[in-house]
């Protein structure tokens, strides 16, 4: 088995599959910050922290996870169209709907999956659809693939998500390249990801440079100095405090102000099943993050 790949701040949305003879052919969909923990929790039973669905039902295998949501809201929301694509004012003009006879129950939460990442807001998220188990890996139809900045994967990972920490010691401000006005606050300040350019630019000016005509959020663009080709999301990511290396996630070796949160977060977060709670029109890029670097 390959090494698993570090991911930090951790927003994921997963796939089941049941592989008891019993129930086997049954998925779930589910969201967590942790998948190893979370699928022993599954297999476990609701005494461990596992679902009602799934207890006693088991064994289960997390076949597939989708990562990079900025936030647990924007994973809660993805993981609630997912489960309910019917319900959903964003997937309803696809009809989404079970074929009998000629799909099973985990091709149609794959077939789901792939319309999600096509239309808007998830379509201009740089998410990573990764396969967890290459038993079950299918093959995405070609008229369905996701946007390009999305990346398609495969292998085992781990995460470590950062706690929060105040810095009571006052940062020195710098200046933005961009606008030459200062930045005084470092969660507006953003780094070019090549360790040797100069790049240090507000967010918002950044942003001005990478937008194109009828866009909010930018998606990607070239850093102004060195050329070099920068996602968004690890700019964001980076600014979070994620240690980055060049766009990638550094898979070992954090630095001394970097401390892994590993409490129970999964079931410490805002979660609904109201349909409003997916289809509104709340701010879901504000302060995005993401993961690219594969």
Request: one cysteine or more; glycine letters at 6%; proline letters at 5%.
């Amino acid at each position: 088995m390959s090494k698993p790949e570090l991911i930090e701040d951790f927003f994921g949305v997963y796939l089941l599959y049941n592989i008891n003879p019993k129930f086997k052919g049954r998925t779930y969909v589910g969201y967590t910050r942790d998948p190893n923990r979370r699928i022993m929790q599954h297999n476990r039973g609701t005494w461990a922290g596992g679902a009602n669905r799934t207890s006693n039902r088991g064994p289960w295998k997390m076949v597939l996870i989708v990562h990079g949501f900025p936030n647990n809201i924007s994973a809660l929301r993805f993981e609630w169209a997912w489960q309910n694509p019917t319900k959903t004012i964003r997937l309803q003009h696809l009809s989404l709907k079970k074929i009998p006879r000629k799909e099973s129950e985990y091709q149609f939460k794959l077939r789901v999956m792939s319309e999600m990442l096509r239309v808007g807001p998830w379509s201009r998220l740089p998410l990573i659809v990764r396969w967890l188990e290459q038993d079950y890996i299918e093959d995405i139809p070609v008229a369905r693939k996701p946007p390009n900045h999305m990346l398609i994967c495969k292998g085992p990972i781990k995460t470590c998500n950062l706690k929060k920490t105040i810095n009571i010691q006052e940062e020195m401000e710098v200046e933005c390249l961009l606008c030459s006005n200062m930045i005084t606050d470092s969660q507006s300040k953003l780094t070019c990801l090549n360790s040797s350019c100069e790049l240090t630019a507000h967010i918002t000016c950044l942003a001005d440079l990478f937008l194109n005509p009828g866009e909010f959020v930018p998606i990607e663009g070239n850093c102004p100095f060195c050329s070099k080709n920068l996602k968004w999301g690890d700019l964001i990511r980076k600014m979070r405090g994620c240690k980055m290396d060049g766009g990638d996630v550094v898979s070992d070796d954090y630095g001394s102000d970097k401390v892994c949160d590993d409490s129970d977060d999964d079931d410490v977060v805002i979660c609904s099943q109201e349909k409003g709670f997916v289809d509104n029109n709340s701010h879901w890029f504000e302060s995005v993050e993401c993961d690219n670097g594969l």
